[in-house]
């Protein structure tokens, strides 16, 4: 089920990620607060656009294939994939970046590792999103191609580069060392590909729920850009900045959907 070609597809985000995380081997400080905002909302743009083109639109072929109601199994997944981490927000103690107050159930985790809690939360859904496409892919549905679900893996990884940086940058500040702090920021990454075999085996065991997991993926990426990005992107000014970047990843994700989709 799970090829090379398959296999270096879900690998491709995990790369963001490492490469976002080595950025502290070469940044002195944090990150410019209008670049961070311009990176947040470029990842809200490419997770928004690849909820649309890489997700729900499938979702709905694919329904219409099976003999569903065209809007039942999208309607059904997505709200159980805002559910889902709506349960794991509420569950797993995690910080997000700039807050003071913990989330999730009360822990005494230190902060550093509550914040790459927050960001593997969200890594959650992409793993998914990786996942399902490629699964499509590999059972030959005819609304999934591999350059389609190649554009969906290259603009997670895009938007992974700024998650990566938002982990290992701050521990450097804290007195990390580079090296532990690139673990860390890379270490945050693994559950999206692991996420991405998980969806894969699923769905090659109970080829009727493709509908419903492409749409979950989106339902869980869309509370991610809801409930994370887009608060983050109106704290402390630069918001134009950060309605830019949703613009620009959207407009990126959208045109490596078509054009190569």
Known sequence: MITTDILLGILIPFLGTTLGAGMVLFLKGQMKPWFRKLMLGFASGVMIAASVWSLLLPAIAKSEELGALP???????????????????????????????????????????????????????????????????????????????????????????????????????????????????????????????ITIYLTSIMVPILPYLLAFAAGAMIYVVVEELIPELQEDGHSNIGVIGVALGFTVMMILDVALG
């Open 71 to 197: 809007w039942m199994p999208p309607a059904v997944g997505f709200l159980a994939g805002i559910g889902f981490l709506l349960l794991l927000d509420t569950l797993i103690p995690h910080l997000h970046q700039g807050s003071q107050e913990p989330e999730g159930l009360p822990s005494h985790a230190r902060k550093n590792t509550m914040l790459m809690l927050a960001v593997t939360l969200h890594n959650i859904p992409e793993g998914m999103a990786v996942g399902v496409v490629f699964a499509g892919l590999a059972l030959g549905e005819p609304g999934i191609t591999w350059a389609s679900a190649l554009a969906l893996s290259i603009g997670i990884a895009l938007q992974n580069v700024p998650e990566g940086a938002i982990i290992s940058l701050p521990l450097k500040s804290s007195g990390m060392s580079k090296p532990k702090a690139l673990w860390y920021g890379t270490f945050s990454g693994l559950v999206e590909p692991v996420a991405a075999i």
